[in-house]
């Protein structure tokens, strides 16, 4: 069979751009084509070298593993270590999926001018199969991003929380905040922090509207049945430092995740007088520390739910 290197390296070329084009995309980066296309050549070269046995066989893994750093570095020029071994597992990962697109295309078509020599395919097949199997594989790679940012950012991170007060409750959205570690001091029970606005329903107006003055210690109209369940909270963020929260003791609280509803037995629900995002995806902030369990302070059981 006649192999035309010129042909084998523009194949090459056209693939490893393809590759390294696609990873950009998964990955987020601005592509500069013209570096690109520098690392895509190198690939190209190491692939006919591969051929004609330049290379010693018992180097070939090593230097696959080389170049492969080699064409990121060249590719997308990363500015630390971190940076690079992310944008080389992304590489990899459109990698194996372009390849085993391609290979199962090639197994289906089934062309004849086909050869292999190290690992390396090489032959006249069409070059169609290299675009469609770019194709598919990067609908693939598009869609499985989606799913798992869609799994892993808007179902593992945020919730539904229902307060109940008395006979009345409220439902609000509320984020799985990892750095919200707010506490409440004596108890050490944690507080979620919820926008005035949504418990207007369960706590009395003439409260919801003199929350600073409760702080401040100038309100003196507060019903007994309330003041046993209100807290002070101190707080610091960026902006304000020794802030203070009015904290409040709900009768009870319910949290729904994606796999399971928590009845949370000790905890309090801050008060926040503003909006905590401007979209309104979010009228409330979760600590992690309301999911861990404490074999002194057992406060929250756990349901799995059903499916």
Same mark, same amino acid.
Not at 189 to 212: F, G, H, R
């Given at each position: 069979m006649t192999i035309y290197i010129d042909l084998v390296i523009a194949e090459n070329i056209c693939m490893n751009y393809i590759i390294l084009y696609g990873t950009a995309i998964a990955y987020k980066i601005k592509p500069k084509k013209i570096r690109i296309l520098f690392a895509a050549s190198i690939g190209a070269a190491y692939a006919i070298l591969s051929y004609i046995q330049a290379l010693e066989t018992y180097s070939s893994f090593l230097l696959k593993i080389f170049l492969s750093i080699a064409m990121v570095y060249i590719a997308y020029s990363p500015g630390n270590l971190k940076s690079l071994t992310k944008q080389l597992l992304t590489f990899y990962l459109v990698s194996f999926v372009f390849g085993g697109t391609a290979f199962a295309m090639l197994y289906f078509i089934r062309p004849q001018d086909i050869l292999t020599r190290e690992g390396v395919y090489l032959g006249m097949y069409p070059i169609k199969i290299v675009f469609l199997g770019a194709i598919i594989g990067f609908v693939l790679i598009k869609a499985v991003f989606k799913i798992i940012k869609t799994k892993f950012t808007k179902n593992k991170l945020f919730c539904k929380v229902t307060i109940k007060i008395k006979d009345k409750e409220t439902k609000v959205n509320a984020l799985i905040d990892t750095g919200n570690l707010l506490r409440e001091p004596i108890t050490g029970?944690? *507080? *979620?922090? *919820?926008?005035? @606005?949504?418990? +207007? &329903?369960?706590?009395?107006? &003439?409260?919801? +509207? @003199?929350? +600073?003055s409760i702080i401040e210690g100038r309100y003196n109209d507060m019903p007994d049945d309330y003041l046993r369940k209100f807290r002070l909270v101190p707080f610091s963020s960026l902006g304000k430092q020794n802030g203070m929260l009015l904290g409040l003791k709900p009768d009870a609280m319910e949290i729904d995740t994606e796999d399971e509803q928590i009845q949370v037995q000790n905890a309090i629900v801050g008060i926040y007088n503003g909006n905590l995002t401007k979209n309104g995806l979010y009228s409330a902030l979760i600590g992690i520390g309301i999911f861990e369990r404490s074999n002194s302070n057992e406060f929250i059981e756990f349901a799995e739910k059903q499916h």
């Open positions: 029970n944690p *507080v *979620v922090i *919820v926008e005035k @606005n949504y418990l +207007d &329903t369960i706590i009395p107006k &003439t409260i919801i +509207d @003199n929350i +600073d």
